[in-house]
């Protein structure tokens, strides 16, 4: 898929898609005995999918590496909902100047027990690496305790 082609869905895909994936914490050595090759934590393979080896971004205004995005994609996780998410079809845009390579998406859900919906604005800035997307930069906005453990 070339970015210039691609629409703001990818980016939306890619977070719902991170977001459904299950974590998995493996324990420091000794901690866990298995008789094959263990667990697979598909939230860390599909992040390695979708961000650059170089990714950073913001999160609520604060500036976060590769490991602060995982971080705090990982927070945000653990606060949403899958059955109840909704894509904007026509996000505001708020910072990054939109061009070719730059993608945007906007979605709401309400957490589990919580009456207020929450909405996350996402604007990432992508970069082609062997032969596929990947985001560069990745700005969210938000409620901001979303992204804190």
Not at 124 to 132: L, P
Request: glycine share 10%.
């Amino acid at each position: 898929m070339s970015v210039a082609t691609s629409s703001n869905h990818w980016l939306s895909d890619c977070l719902c898609d991170l977001m459904a994936s299950p974590h998995i914490t493996i324990p420091p050595r000794g901690g866990l005995h298995l008789g094959g090759p263990g667990p697979v934590d598909v939230f860390t393979t599909r992040f390695n999918q979708y961000f650059l080896p170089e990714a950073h971004g913001t999160l609520c205004g604060r500036p976060v590496d590769r490991e602060g995005l995982k971080a705090g994609l990982l927070a945000l996780q653990k606060r949403w909902n899958p059955e109840a998410v909704r894509v904007m079809d026509d996000p505001t845009h708020h910072g990054l100047p939109l061009g070719h390579n730059l993608l945007s998406t906007e979605v709401e859900w309400t957490p589990e027990g919580s009456q207020m919906p929450e909405v996350v604005i996402a604007e990432a800035s992508m970069n082609e690496e062997d032969g596929h997307e990947q985001i560069r930069f990745l700005k969210m906005e938000g409620n901001s305790a979303l992204f804190r453990s």
